[in-house]
């Protein structure tokens, strides 16, 4: 069974910082990309950045570009996304997800990604 659980959620200020955690467990993810999503109130959950676990390839949206940074630690079967300079509108639920296709490159596409994390709340304060 693949699980996937994010961590590191809660309140921030504007201009804070929150670090996300995404622990992987039940399956190797030595090729998988690792992308993490998010879903505000009343919108379409969509792409926030990924990685790729063999060269380390990153893609950001442009939303987040300069401000958020994912990274990971193989050994740990653990993805991060270090937010900093947080605005408002970055209020959403965080969901992490795995690609384990060998792409080379990081998808955009939800439907892609055959695993979920539960979602992490991020909430950030005016």
């Known amino acids: 069974q693949v699980q996937l659980v994010e961590s590191g959620g809660g309140l921030a200020q504007a201009g804070g910082s929150l670090r996300l955690s995404c622990a992987a467990s039940g399956r190797t993810f030595s090729s998988a990309a690792m992308s993490w999503f998010r879903q505000a109130p009343g919108k379409e959950r969509e792409f926030v950045a990924g990685?790729?676990?063999?060269?380390?390839?990153?893609d950001y949206a442009n939303s987040v570009k300069g401000r958020f940074t994912i990274s990971r630690d193989n050994a740990k079967n653990t993805v991060y996304l270090q937010m900093n300079s947080l605005k408002p509108e970055d209020t959403a639920v965080y969901y992490c997800a795995a690609d384990q296709s060998k792409r080379t490159v990081v998808s955009r596409l939800q439907s892609n990604y055959g695993n979920w994390g539960q979602g992490t709340q991020v909430t950030v304060s005016s």
């Open positions: 990685i790729t676990w063999i060269r380390a390839s990153t």
